[in-house]
């Protein structure tokens, strides 16, 4: 059974920084594009960043390109977000997302509908 357990979210000030990590299990971590999305209320989930997992090809929103940093330690089955100078527009849930494939193109891969498992979430809130 897969499960994916974010951690590392929480409140902070705009130009703060957070880490935000993805633990998996059960889930074969390699030759995947997996991502990070997030959900702010009212608004559709959106992917912010995704990553090839072998190689390492990453691929970013336009609103976070440059501040937020998407990696992976596969002997660890982790991913991993970097995030830099946030913004009060930063504030949602953000979730890790994995697919239930091999392979792919991972910079098309930025619909929800491409993803089978999804972790718990964790907020991020940004204050001005």
């Known amino acids: 059974q897969v499960h994916l357990v974010e951690s590392g979210g929480g409140s902070v000030q705009a130009g703060g920084s957070l880490r935000l990590s993805c633990a998996a299990s059960g889930y074969t971590f390699s030759s995947r594009c997996m991502g990070w999305f997030r959900q702010a209320p009212g608004k559709e989930r959106e992917r912010v960043a995704g990553?090839?997992?072998?190689?390492?090809?990453?691929v970013y929103a336009d609103s976070v390109k440059g501040r937020f940093t998407i990696s992976q330690d596969n002997a660890k089955n982790t991913l991993y977000l970097q995030m830099n100078s946030l913004k009060p527009e930063d504030t949602a849930m953000y979730y890790c997302?994995?697919?239930?494939?091999?392979?792919?193109?991972?910079?098309?891969?930025?619909?929800?509908?491409?993803?089978?498992?999804w972790g718990q979430g964790t907020q991020v809130t940004v204050s001005s």
């Open positions: 990553i090839y997992t072998s190689g390492g090809g990453t």
């Open positions: 997302a994995a697919p239930n494939i091999f392979g792919g193109v991972c910079y098309r891969a930025d619909s929800p509908k491409w993803y089978t498992y």
